[in-house]
């Protein structure tokens, strides 16, 4: 009859008599590789097992959600996050406007210049440069990317007001996701003029793909100095995708992962622009991530409740890997957990996030806080940010 608790009480108690200074946690419970979820004897006999074997179980601690830290408001929906910095926060709005929080507690810096919604963010230098500088790159309903930098030694009390020093047009439509290659040198936008363009980050006046426009001030002090703001364009183009392409990942240098409203998940390669795996199911995709094991496992959720996970390195079977089906609205961002195989979370129009772990089919934890749809969440160590209208 013992449940999860039970044992682990037992595990607990065994703790404390090695360790007298054993300070008392919940354990969660693997038998033959998958989670118990429910009273041993339920579980032996939902796998069939025979209550006269001998049962080795693995115990290990217990994910748990943290508690939650003060919300961040915003003027209107919070649409991108990127929360892969230890010291900073960055966030997109449908006000046109990305901001830079320190330490997940006060904005320290404001990035304008887009003229419609920011629709996705992303730190280019996850670490602080030498020079003590951090890249940003934004996409926007505009129809265009910015790259921005700002200074990491902020001023607390103050929200700096920052103009990008290089602009990326060339999609014809809307941009709705951003992904930045492992080495930090390329970027690659999804739009809904359903194309994927690939974009170096580095560029000055004298490079073929750049050029110089308009001279333009790039704060709010209309006695500030005047910058030269570059422009660059488009090194590549990737076509296939037949309707808006919702979700782009680059895990690995030469492979990037897209996922379109056209229902399908396509790989390409980076260096030749040429699609080298495809996968259809039969749903229109808003969201996909790479992760779980050497990042090879795809997550991808969209118009219905569930969340699908598929293995590409397993040829000849498109039906996914894994199944979790506990929201009850369409999934519209998914992301792994940067540092385990086994976690992952989602985000739905439910108003819920949930944290998965693929040793079982049930949530590990649901948070719904939000009153809303939640539009974008992202898995990092040590928090998990939510974000909503």
Same mark, same amino acid.
């Given at each position: 009859?013992?449940?999860?608790?039970?044992?682990? +009480? /037992?595990?607990?108690?065994?703790?404390?008599?090695?360790?007298?200074?054993?300070?008392?946690?919940?354990?969660? @419970?693997?038998?033959?590789?998958?989670?118990?979820?429910?009273?041993?004897?339920? @579980?032996?006999?939902?796998?069939? =097992?025979?209550? +006269?074997?001998?049962?080795?179980?693995?115990?290990? &601690?217990?994910?748990?959600?943290? &508690?939650?830290?003060?919300?961040?408001?915003?003027?209107?929906?919070?649409?991108?996050?990127?929360?892969?910095?230890?010291?900073?926060?960055?966030?997109?709005?449908?006000?046109?406007?990305?901001? /830079?929080?320190?330490?997940?507690?006060?904005?320290?810096?404001?990035?304008?210049?887009?003229?419609?919604? =920011?629709?996705?963010?992303?730190?280019?230098?996850?670490?602080?440069?030498?020079?003590? #500088?951090?890249?940003?790159?934004?996409? !926007?309903?505009?129809?265009?990317?910015?790259?921005?930098?700002?200074?990491?030694?902020?001023?607390?009390?103050?929200?700096?007001?920052?103009?990008?020093?290089?602009?990326?047009?060339?999609?014809? !439509?809307?941009?709705?996701? =951003?992904?930045?290659?492992?080495?930090?040198?390329? =970027?690659?936008?999804?739009? *809904?003029?359903?194309?994927?363009?690939?974009?170096?980050? +580095?560029?000055?006046?004298?490079?073929?793909?750049?050029? #110089?426009? &308009?001279?333009?001030?790039?704060?709010?002090?209309?006695?500030?100095?005047?910058?030269?703001?570059?422009?660059?364009?488009?090194?590549?183009?990737?076509? %296939?995708?037949?309707?808006?392409? !919702?979700?782009?990942?680059?895990?690995?240098?030469?492979?990037?992962?897209?996922?379109?409203?056209?229902?399908?998940?396509?790989? *390409?390669?980076?260096?030749?622009?040429?699609?080298?795996?495809?996968? @259809?199911?039969?749903?229109?995709?808003?969201?996909?991530?790479?992760?779980?094991?050497?990042?090879?496992?795809?997550?991808?959720? %969209?118009?219905?409740?569930?969340?699908?996970? *598929?293995?590409?390195?397993?040829? %000849?079977?498109?039906?996914?890997?894994?199944? @979790?089906?506990?929201?009850?609205? *369409?999934?519209?961002?998914?992301?792994?957990?940067?540092?385990?195989?086994?976690?992952?979370?989602?985000?739905?129009?439910?108003?819920?996030?949930?944290?998965?772990?693929?040793?079982?089919?049930?949530?590990?934890?649901?948070?719904?806080?939000?009153?809303? &749809?939640?539009?974008?969440?992202?898995?990092?160590?040590?928090?998990?940010?939510?974000?909503?209208?």
């Amino acid at each position: 009859e013992l449940s999860r608790m039970g044992l682990s +009480e /037992i595990v607990n108690s065994l703790l404390l008599s090695a360790e007298p200074d054993h300070q008392a946690q919940p354990f969660d @419970f693997i038998v033959d590789g998958e989670l118990v979820r429910m009273p041993l004897h339920q @579980f032996l006999l939902a796998k069939g =097992i025979s209550a +006269e074997r001998v049962l080795e179980l693995e115990y290990i &601690k217990a994910v748990a959600p943290r &508690k939650q830290e003060p919300p961040l408001p915003h003027d209107d929906w919070v649409s991108a996050v990127d929360g892969s910095n230890p010291s900073f926060i960055l966030t997109g709005c449908y006000d046109g406007l990305a901001r /830079i929080w320190k330490d997940a507690a006060e904005c320290t810096q404001v990035l304008e210049g887009h003229s419609g919604a =920011i629709t996705s963010a992303s730190f280019i230098n996850k670490g602080v440069e030498t020079d003590g #500088s951090l890249h940003v790159v934004t996409g !926007s309903k505009d129809r265009s990317l910015r790259l921005f930098k700002f200074d990491t030694s902020v001023t607390i009390g103050s929200s700096k007001r920052i103009g990008a020093y290089k602009i990326l047009p060339g999609h014809t !439509s809307s941009i709705q996701s =951003i992904a930045v290659d492992p080495s930090r040198n390329m =970027i690659c936008s999804a739009s *809904w003029d359903t194309t994927i363009k690939l974009w170096a980050v +580095e560029g000055s006046e004298e490079d073929s793909d750049t050029v #110089s426009v &308009k001279k333009r001030r790039m704060n709010s002090d209309a006695s500030g100095p005047e910058e030269s703001q570059l422009e660059g364009s488009a090194s590549s183009t990737l076509l %296939g995708h037949t309707q808006c392409v !919702s979700s782009v990942a680059w895990p690995e240098q030469r492979t990037i992962y897209s996922a379109s409203w056209d229902h399908s998940v396509r790989q *390409w390669d980076a260096q030749t622009g040429r699609e080298t795996w495809n996968m @259809f199911c039969g749903k229109a995709l808003n969201c996909l991530d790479c992760g779980g094991e050497g990042s090879s496992l795809i997550a991808a959720g %969209g118009s219905d409740p569930v969340l699908r996970v *598929w293995d590409p390195r397993k040829p %000849g079977t498109t039906a996914p890997i894994f199944q @979790f089906s506990s929201h009850s609205s *369409w999934i519209s961002a998914c992301k792994w957990h940067p540092s385990s195989w086994f976690h992952l979370i989602s985000s739905s129009f439910d108003g819920k996030v949930m944290l998965w772990d693929l040793r079982t089919a049930w949530p590990l934890a649901s948070v719904d806080s939000h009153k809303d &749809k939640v539009t974008f969440s992202i898995c990092g160590l040590p928090f998990a940010y939510f974000w909503g209208k």
